[in-house]
């Protein structure tokens, strides 16, 4: 029996003893698992802390919340945006598709411009008249033409230069035929390049606005009689704002008061202009208060729509507006569709201040950024070039912009555009826009040099 309770007495001291030695085990264990969750944890909140360091962003100032202006100009549908960078600012029903008649030569317009941006096409190259856009022998009071025939040959300057400023159709269709896509009829090449601008739900039919009856051998044959070219005054600002990105140089056309033209070597002709009309006779009886400066673009009417009017407008202070208006009474009236055009930008001046960034200057809170790959391991930035933007004539504050922790370039030269920041500002811009369009572009003050391969590795960790 003692023996028995002996061998009892040493299995359990046995027992107890491999229960310590398991229990102490166990905890180690768990220390040993804490200490590496916690050692994957300080990991993981460090690789999320260079994360958001180098991908990060912050606000230099609360965010903006600017509305377009709901505009109460007579016209049916209007809008006025920034020129430069598409803030769209003031509108009404701007999204209807409407008639939009020789508006729509800014469309050929966008393709010529394009094509010579390419240097696929040239402004002193002559095109050839064809039988079809020879229009001579229709009634130049109701179908715009210049004096030219079948078989002569004009330079293309002079026929963008007919098509903006008098509004030619057959400039319109000479140019459009000779810029077009081989093997794309003129309508195909039109919806192309629509297409090409986002310009969705758009209807074209012919490079000239008339509609489907009037086109003779350009009619599409299998559209109705009546069918003709429409798009929404938004499209059409995209366009405008598109025509003046390719060629800056658009707001001369407008101060023409005569075009001069060559059929014929040897011999000019001249033809009044859309601008000598309107500076003649209608100027004088527009009311302007904010003595708002016409700078373009193109005017355009049907019997359905009434008249319309894509505009390029400059204020006293410089600031450069593209409206669009439709509907604005009948369509031969001359003065309704001026009038609203003004009345509609004078609308958004009032309820509207403009904040300008001027080149050259230094922005709060962004005027240094990390960056780790230059030697100096940080740029000194200023604005690039100038932008403005439009809040409500009652905000409070600073705009602000959404800047980066850091900029991923490795070297720079003085004065190189290295980002463009976008605004702190819940707005609407045209569609399509991009940060490129509407951001403040910042540029680098002096040049950097690339870093060493061991000072970038230093910086991605601390």
């Known amino acids: 029996m003692e023996f028995d309770q002996t061998k009892q007495e040493q299995e359990m001291s046995r027992a107890s003893r491999l229960r310590v030695q398991e229990d102490g085990y166990l905890k180690k264990r768990r220390w040993r698992l804490a200490g590496i969750a916690l050692l994957l944890s300080v990991l993981i909140i460090w690789v999320v802390i260079i994360f958001i360091r180098q991908n990060g962003h912050q606000k230099t100032a609360p965010t903006q919340v600017v509305k377009p202006v709901k505009l109460s100009v007579k016209a049916k549908h209007a809008i006025v945006i920034d020129a430069q960078t598409g803030q769209i600012l003031g509108q009404k029903d701007s999204h209807s598709q409407v008639g939009i008649a020789s508006q729509s030569k800014m469309l050929t317009s966008y393709a010529v411009l394009k094509a010579i941006k390419a240097g696929k096409l040239h402004w002193d190259d002559k095109i050839e008249i064809n039988k079809k856009s020879d229009w001579s022998n229709k009634d130049n009071d109701r179908y715009a033409h210049l004096d030219i025939h079948s078989g002569q040959k004009i330079r293309v300057s002079e026929l963008f230069g007919a098509m903006y400023t008098s509004s030619a159709n057959d400039a319109a269709l000479a140019l459009a035929d000779y810029v077009k896509p081989k093997g794309m009829t003129e309508q195909e090449a039109l919806n192309f390049w629509a297409h090409e601008l986002h310009l969705n739900g758009s209807k074209w039919y012919n490079a000239t606005g008339q509609v489907n009856e009037d086109m003779g051998p350009y009619r599409v044959k299998s559209a109705s009689d009546k069918a003709e070219n429409t798009a929404s005054v938004e499209q059409l600002a995209i366009l405008a704002r598109k025509n003046l990105e390719l060629d800056p140089n658009l707001r001369d056309y407008y101060e ?204 991605g960790i601390f």
């Open 256 to 459: 023409k008061l005569g075009l001069v033209y060559h059929p014929v070597d040897g011999v000019n002709k001249i033809k009044r202009t859309e601008y000598a009309k309107f500076k003649q006779e209608v100027v004088p009886k527009l009311k302007n208060k904010e003595k708002l400066r016409f700078e373009g673009l193109k005017t355009g009417s049907t019997p359905e729509s009434g008249g319309a009017f894509t505009g390029l407008l400059k204020d006293r202070d410089g600031h450069e507006f593209i409206t669009v208006v439709s509907g604005a009474g009948r369509y031969t009236d001359q003065i309704e569709r001026y009038q609203d055009t003004i009345d509609a930008v004078e609308e958004v001046l009032q309820q509207r201040k403009p904040v300008t960034f001027n080149s050259g200057e230094k922005l709060k809170k962004a005027e240094k950024i990390r960056a780790p790959k230059t030697q100096a391991g940080h740029l000194e930035l200023t604005v690039a070039d100038k932008r403005t933007y439009w809040l409500k004539k009652s905000a409070k504050g600073q705009l602000g912009f959404d800047r980066p922790n850091q900029i991923k370039v490795d070297s720079v030269r003085a004065g190189e555009r290295v980002l463009s920041l976008r605004p702190a500002l819940k707005t609407d811009f045209l569609s399509g826009s991009k940060i490129d369009d509407y951001g403040l572009p910042l540029a680098s003050q002096k040049s950097a040099k690339k870093a060493s391969d061991w000072q970038i590795f230093w910086r």
